[in-house]
């Protein structure tokens, strides 16, 4: 450990600094900085808050606030709720999505 409380880099193109887990990652599956961030954005700080609403109307939330968000985004959300790969759901449950994200007004033209 660092004097920090970080954790030291071991021997080699990072030698001498010092690495931060980024604990707050833990349970965000799939979902990267950006993600977390539009998260926050809309009142959603932690795995459980994203767990406790519908990851469709979180979805239309941030697409509403955020008119770029793709896609895989919906994907991810499910993901990190049932603790999963987004591309497993994006293969696996693809027209579902494509049919609720439609019902919603969402759906990609």
Do not use: C
């Not at 990072?14 to 539009?38: C, F, I, M, N, Y």
């Not at 991810?76 to 579902?96: S, Y």
Request: hydrophobic letters at 40%; charged letters at 30%; proline letters at 6%.
């Amino acid at each position: 450990m660092g004097p920090d409380g970080g954790l030291r880099a071991l021997p080699g193109r990072h030698a001498g600094r010092t690495l931060h887990v980024d604990v707050v990652s833990r349970g965000w599956q799939g979902l990267g900085p950006k993600s977390r961030e539009q998260l926050a954005a809309i009142g959603i700080h932690t795995p459980e808050d994203l767990k406790a609403h519908d990851a469709f109307d979180v979805y239309a939330r941030l697409k509403a606030r955020w008119p770029a968000a793709s896609r895989n985004l919906v994907y991810a959300l499910l993901g990190a709720q049932e603790g999963r790969d987004w591309r497993d759901i994006a293969r696996e449950r693809r027209t579902e999505v494509l049919l609720h994200l439609d019902a919603l007004g969402l759906a990609p033209r």
